[in-house]
Nanobody, 119 residues
Framework: QVHLEESGGGLVQAGGSLSLSCTAS????????IGWYRQAPGQERELVAT???????NYEDSVKGRFTISRGDTQNTVYLQMNSLKVEDTAVYYC?????????????WGQGTQVTVSS
């Protein structure tokens, strides 16, 4: 079983910055991709940013140039630096990781962390 532990988030004024981190633990053989999704009230969960094992990143258009995703030295940790935050960035942010644990494929989610941007 793969567990994702998230930290960070909170309340910030528009234009401010926050950072999120997520660490995957368990019997992980390799991570194919790890990243962040978000879900605002009444909306579907959407991709924010991901990074694959080769280091390639993918960002949702509205966060390009403002958010930066990076991996830690252990490769099981991912960070999301969020700058120039907007009210519309308010959502619950979820960490997601996909990869191999033993001979099985996993696709795991964290419990989510609230990011609230006030005007």
């Amino acid at each position: 079983q793969v567990h994702l532990e998230e930290s960070g988030g909170g309340l910030v004024q528009a234009g401010g910055s926050l950072s999120l981190s997520c660490t995957a633990s368990g019997s992980i053989h390799s991570i194919i991709a790890i990243g962040w999704y978000r879900q605002a009230p009444g909306q579907e969960r959407e991709l924010v940013a991901t990074v694959n094992r080769g280091g390639a990143t993918n960002y949702e258009d509205s966060v390009k140039g403002r958010f930066t995703i990076s991996r830690g030295d252990t490769q099981n940790t991912v960070y999301l630096q969020m700058n120039s935050l907007k009210v519309e960035d308010t959502a619950v942010y979820y960490c997601n990781a996909r990869g191999y644990a033993g001979s099985s494929v996993f696709d795991s989610w964290g419990q989510g962390t609230q990011v609230t941007v006030s005007s």
